[in-house]
T-cell receptor
Framework: AQSVTQPDIHITVSEGASLELRCNYS??????LFWYVQSPGQGLQLLLK??????LVQGIKGFEAEFKRSQSSFNLRKPSVHWSDAAEYFC????????????FGKGTTLSVSS | EPEVTQTPSHQVTQMGQEVILRCVPI?????FYWYRQILGQKVEFLVS????????KSEIFDDQFSVERPDGSNFTLKIRSTKLEDSAMYFC????????????FGPGTRLTVL
């Protein structure tokens, strides 16, 4: 079955500390992977995507993610977290073909402590 | 920066009533999508739309649901006879289709069925 697992429901990180949010997927075909962020009252904003090529991808707001095929993972990282990064983060997987469904994980809520 | 917009932001309706959720996709996008998120659950795909017809739909998208692009700018989701379990956040998304399945999401409409 096709699915995305985000094992951590809620993570708290100190401001300035590093962050890693985990994402594991199960997908029958070549996966195309996404991370989205949702701030309260806002829509889902695309942070980064991986289609092919270099397995370390850079996104907006200083985020990066690494695709590891052998581990079926696509973990999101940031070296130094800012208070404004507090939000909910969603990992998603889909086919490359436009017009097809994205499958989302349940999300990880990030809190940032000062 | 262009963005997907959705109206209303919150809709309250009585069970059995029809509702129409409205979306204005980004202007040069050709692929349109609806997703929903029941409180505390995953974001789930409902339907995708391209070239004035449905490309793909999920099991959730039964005969109670329909989509339409009534003019060159709007994309609507109609629920004919709402049920309590239709209460959710409904997200519209759009994409160009160029180079892959990247989808840009709107802020969502919170539907409450009483």
């Amino acid at each position: 079955a096709q699915s995305v697992t985000q094992p951590d429901i809620h993570i708290t990180v100190s401001e300035g500390a590093s962050l890693e949010l985990r994402c594991n997927y199960s997908y029958g075909a070549t996966p195309y992977l996404f991370w989205y962020v949702q701030s309260p009252g806002q829509g889902l904003q695309l942070l980064l995507k991986y289609f092919s090529g270099d397995t370390l991808v850079q996104g907006i707001k200083g985020f990066e993610a690494e695709f590891k095929r052998s581990q079926s993972s696509f973990n999101l990282r940031k070296p130094s977290v800012h208070w404004s990064d507090a939000a909910e983060y969603f990992c998603a997987v889909g086919a490359r073909q436009a017009g097809t469904a994205l499958i989302f994980g349940k999300g990880t809520t990030l809190s940032v402590s000062s | 920066e262009p963005e997907v917009t959705q109206t209303p932001s919150h809709q309250v309706t009585q069970m059995g009533q029809e509702v129409i959720l409205r979306c204005v996709p980004i202007s040069n996008h050709l692929y349109f999508y609806w997703y929903r998120q029941i409180l505390g659950q995953k974001v789930e795909f409902l339907v995708s739309f391209y070239n004035n017809e449905i490309s793909e739909k999920s099991e959730i998208f039964d005969d109670q649901f329909s989509v339409e692009r009534p003019d060159g700018s709007n994309f609507t989701l109609k629920i004919r006879s709402t049920k309590l379990e239709d209460s959710a956040m409904y997200f519209c998304a759009s994409g160009t289709g160029e180079g892959g399945n990247e989808q840009f999401f709107g802020p969502g409409t919170r539907l409450t069925v009483l």
